[in-house]
């Protein structure tokens, strides 16, 4: 049982598109990490999340603690968005991970 | 300022020989982690520490996998005896008092042949 769960595993979608990353998670939080990976490996942390909705740039996240779900928006997509999200849990000492959203947006 | 650094980036190693991966933490930050990503999987929890200690070890692998960190800043990971399971990209995070905020570093690839 994945106490992280994500959705689309994968996503493709027309540069100018709005897209939307699903996370569900079954433990008890303190916060929630979304995390982007590029082709390279290299993890950059996109938002911290204990409560309500955050925003940076082209890029949105909000989280319901009574329904454990948070999603990550980003609006009017580009090709460098083009990346792996990952949604993280932290839950005790311990970081929970999701299996992460490949995201391909097309010219 | 300077981010997390890791060392190496890179390390081939034959089986059953022992490796030591190395995490320099961002100046002042007390929480530090490990993970690592096999390929074509996701990230996988390994140890915590809040400063010198680790509450946390339930996630290393197995008993060749030992980390420690001394003076609350540099922190090494060691796999004894290395197998070609262990192969992945080792990474390390650092953060704030609670470790909530997490700074990765660019991994170490090791690879065992």
């Known amino acids: 049982k994945n106490e992280v769960e994500q959705s689309p595993q994968n996503l493709t979608a027309q540069e100018g598109e709005f897209i939307t990353i699903n996370c569900s998670y079954s433990v008890g939080i303190s916060a929630l990490h979304w995390l982007q990976q590029h082709p390279g490996g290299g993890i950059v942390s996109l938002f911290m999340l204990s409560s309500g909705k955050k925003k940076h740039g082209r890029l949105i996240a909000t989280i319901n603690i009574q329904e454990k779900h948070s999603s990550l928006h980003i609006t009017a997509s580009h090709p460098r968005d083009s990346a792996v999200y990952i949604c993280a849990v932290l839950g005790g000492n311990q970081f929970y991970f999701g299996t992460g959203t490949s995201l391909t947006v097309i010219p | 300022g300077a981010g997390v650094s890791q060392s190496p980036s890179n390390k081939v190693t034959e089986k059953g020989k022992d490796v030591e991966l190395r995490c320099d933490p961002i100046?002042?930050?007390?929480?530090l982690y490990w993970y690592r990503q096999s390929l074509g999987q996701g990230l996988e929890f390994l140890i915590y520490f809040q400063g010198n200690s680790a509450p946390d070890k339930s996630g290393l692998p197995s008993d060749r996998f030992s980390a420690e960190r001394t003076g609350g800043s540099v922190s090494t990971l060691t796999i004894q005896r290395t197998q070609q399971e262990d192969s992945a990209v080792y990474l390390c995070?650092?953060?704030?008092?609670?470790?909530?905020?997490?700074?990765f570093g660019p991994g170490t690839r090791l690879t065992v042949t």
């Open positions: 100046s002042g930050h007390t929480a």
């Open positions: 995070a650092s953060g704030g008092q609670g470790g909530i905020e997490q700074y």
